[in-house]
T-cell receptor, first 113, second 115 residues
Framework: AQSVTQLDSHVSVSEGTPVLLRCNYS??????LFWYVQHPNKGLQLLLK????ATLVKGINGFEAEFKKSETSFHLTKPSAHMSDAAEYFC???????????WGAGTKLIIKP | GAGVSQTPSNKVTEKGKYVELRCDPI?????LYWYRQSLGQGPEFLIY????????DSGLPNDRFFAVRPEGSVSTLKIQRTERGDSAVYLC?????????????FGPGTRLLVL
């Protein structure tokens, strides 16, 4: 069975410093992987996705993620945090054979001024 | 273009009552999904529609929960005899065809509170 582990429930960084949100997955086959962001009282928005093309995926708002099969990781990074990045981030893997999304528990990103 | 919309945005009801939650997917999307998100957790899959039919309802927690999509567009999630444990945010998503790896687009959710 597939699963997703987000290694940190909370991450706190200062504005202007790099962001790293960690995600590990388990999958029997080549997965599709996604990062979604959820701002307070807003809907889930897709940041980026990996579907077996380039291993370094660029998303919106300056975020990117690298698929590392040997480490079964898909960590999300951003070079310089902005106050507007404060939100909950979810790492998601798509089920091997169909549409079902398997969600991590989420990482809350806190940005200090 | 218009995204996924959900109504109402908030619903407060009493234990034992019946509620309906509505989802309007992106126009032309054949696949529609319902999820439930409890506080501090990621969304939990409930049901998937392909057109008018429920292709997978394995996530519905019990027979108090039911969903329909009679014309292959708008969907309604129905909860009978609500319980306090049903309190959560109910999310709807749609995608173009339901294929593997396809992006699902989410609505803002309906926050249900059962007193």
């Amino acid at each position: 069975a597939q699963s997703v582990t987000q290694l940190d429930s909370h991450v706190s960084v200062s504005e202007g410093t790099p962001v790293l949100l960690r995600c590990n997955y388990s999958s029997s086959y080549s997965p599709s992987l996604f990062w979604y962001v959820q701002h307070p009282n807003k809907g889930l928005q897709l940041l980026l996705k990996y579907t077996s093309a380039a291993t370094l995926v660029k998303g919106i708002n300056g975020f990117e993620a690298e698929f590392k099969k040997s480490e079964t990781s898909f960590h999300l990074t951003k070079p310089s945090a902005h106050m507007s990045d404060a939100a909950e981030y979810f790492c998601v893997v798509s089920d091997d054979s169909n549409y079902q999304l398997i969600w991590g528990a989420g990482t809350k990103l806190i940005i200090k001024p | 273009g218009a995204g996924v919309s959900q109504t109402p945005s908030n619903k407060v009801t009493e234990k034992g009552k019946y509620v309906e939650l509505r989802c309007d997917p992106i126009s032309g999307h054949t696949a529609l999904y319902w999820y439930r998100q409890s506080l501090g957790q990621g969304p939990e899959f409930l049901i998937y529609f392909q057109g008018t039919g429920a292709a997978d309802d394995s996530g519905l927690p019990n027979d108090r929960f039911f969903a329909v999509r009679p014309e292959g567009s708008v969907s309604t999630l129905k909860i009978q005899r609500t319980e306090r444990g049903d309190s959560a945010v109910y999310l709807c998503a749609s995608s173009a065809t339901g294929g593997w790896g396809e992006t699902q687009y989410f609505g803002p959710g309906t926050r249900l509170l059962v007193l």
